[in-house]
């Protein structure tokens, strides 16, 4: 069975950092993509950031560049988000979601994603 588990939220300043982690486990396939998505009360969920396993193809919200990276560790079946210079803006619940034998995540679209984890609070105070 396929589970995605995110972990690593919190409070945190403006201009601080927080590094998301996505733990999964009972993947089948070796051909996914395994994306960041997030979402505040009101607003439509929108992707963040995503990483293809098979060719390290990455996708970054455009407000995210340069200020976020997503990085991957098969051996620990874990994906990370990595969020540095943290804005109030970024303020949201973030999804961790993954994407078998598709590449729509790479296009920030999360209307393909396959599994869901629960999410986790990002609160940047200002």
């Known amino acids: 069975q396929v589970q995605v588990v995110e972990s690593g939220g919190g409070l945190v300043q403006s201009g601080g950092s927080l590094r998301l982690s996505c733990a999964t486990s009972?993947?089948?396939?070796?051909?996914?993509?395994i994306g960041w998505f997030r979402q505040v009360p009101g607003k439509e969920r929108e992707g963040v950031s995503c990483?293809?396993?098979?060719?390290?193809?990455?996708y970054y919200l455009y407000s995210v560049k340069g200020r976020f990276t997503i990085s991957r560790d098969n051996a620990k079946g874990t994906v990370y988000l990595q969020m540095n210079s943290l804005k109030p803006e970024d303020t949201a619940v973030y999804y961790c979601?993954?994407?078998?034998?598709?590449?729509?995540?790479?296009?920030?679209?999360?209307?393909?994603?396959?599994?869901w984890g629960k999410g986790t609070l990002v609160t940047v105070s200002s």
């Open positions: 979601a993954t994407e078998f034998y598709g590449r729509t995540c790479l296009v920030g679209r999360s209307a393909g994603m396959d599994y």
């Open positions: 009972g993947f089948t396939s070796d051909i996914y993509t």
């Open positions: 990483i293809d396993n098979t060719d390290n193809s990455t």
